[in-house]
Structures are given as C-alpha cells and as structure tokens.
C-alpha cells in the first residue's frame, strides 16, 4: 500500500516534469496558428505593437488608439503568449476570448472600421476555437 503511494507519487512527478501532453499540444498549436492571428489583428492594443499603423499619426485618432491600447493590455495582454497576462485567470481568458469570438466585440467597431480586414475570418475563429477546445482538455 505505501509502495504504491510511493509509486504514484512518483509517477505524478514525472510525468509533472515531461510536461502535459495536452498542454504541449496547446501551446504548439498557439505559436503555430493561433499566435500568427493575434499578432495581425489584436496586438496593436493586446500585445507590444513596434510599428503604428498610419492613422495613429491622426491627432483624436492617436489618443483613441493611445487609450485602447492602455486599457487593453491592463484587461489582456498577449505579448508573453499564453497564459496571457492581466487580472484574469487562464481559464478565464479562454471563456472570453471564447465570448468575443462569438459576439464578434474584437477588435472593437471603430478599429474595424479604420482597419477594415482587422475581423476575424470564420476560418481564424474556427483555428481559435480549435485551441481553445484544446487548452481546455
Ligand atoms: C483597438 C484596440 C483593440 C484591438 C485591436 C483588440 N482589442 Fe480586445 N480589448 C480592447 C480594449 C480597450 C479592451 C477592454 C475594454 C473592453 O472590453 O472593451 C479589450 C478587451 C478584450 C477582451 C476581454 C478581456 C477581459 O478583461 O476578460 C478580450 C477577450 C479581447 N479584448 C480579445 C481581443 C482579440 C481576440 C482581439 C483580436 C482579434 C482583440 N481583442 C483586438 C481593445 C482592442
């Protein structure tokens, strides 16, 4: 009976140590797919854009982005990859990044409209599904 504890014990470390399989196969599918994504349509606001678009030289264009961007990566910020860094927690982040696939609420309206191919494709949000379904797992 003690052996065994002893076993398992040892067997959870282990395979603690090799890393969880789906948990590997969630982040590979991340860097591959999903990541790719967020770098073109969320991290001019989620993540550390190094280059503005053209529009943020607008002035009141400028401060409206300035002013999505800080609120942004204070609720989310993508640029550690996941798990994402904010207030939330992982399984948090993955319900509502879930939430904003399906209300179509990101990127925000005005973004869109200055950045008109800034929506998610259904092929990008079945990719993201994809890894949410899986990060789940
Ligand atoms: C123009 C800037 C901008 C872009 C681009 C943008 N977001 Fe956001 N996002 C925000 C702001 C501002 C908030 C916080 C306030 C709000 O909810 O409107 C937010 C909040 C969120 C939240 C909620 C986080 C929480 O607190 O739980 C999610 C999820 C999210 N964004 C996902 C995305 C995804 C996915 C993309 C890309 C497809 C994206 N956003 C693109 C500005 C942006």
Redesign the pocket.
């Known amino acids: 009976m003690k052996r065994a504890a002893v076993l398992s014990l040892f067997l959870l470390s282990a395979s603690a140590q090799a890393g969880d399989p789906n948990t590997a196969r969630a982040t590979e599918m991340y860097l591959k797919v999903v990541k790719p994504i ?1 770098q073109r ?2 991290f ?3 993540g550390v854009a190094t280059v503005f678009p053209w529009y943020h030289q607008i002035p009141g264009v400028r401060q409206l ?1 300035d002013h ?2 800080r ?2 990566r204070e ?2 910020d993508m640029s550690k990859d996941f798990p994402f860094q ?3 927690s992982p399984s ?2 993955l319900d ?2 879930e ?2 696939l399906h209300d179509g609420s ?3 309206f005005r ?1 869109r409209l200055i950045h008109r191919d ?1 929506a ?1 494709t259904e092929e990008e949000k079945k990719a993201i599904s994809g890894w949410i379904n899986e990060s789940r797992e």
């Open positions: 967020f349509k969320c001019d606001c989620h982005l999505d961007i609120e942004a609720n989310m904010g207030k939330a948090d982040y509502s990044v939430e904003v990101m990127p925000p973004y800034s998610l």
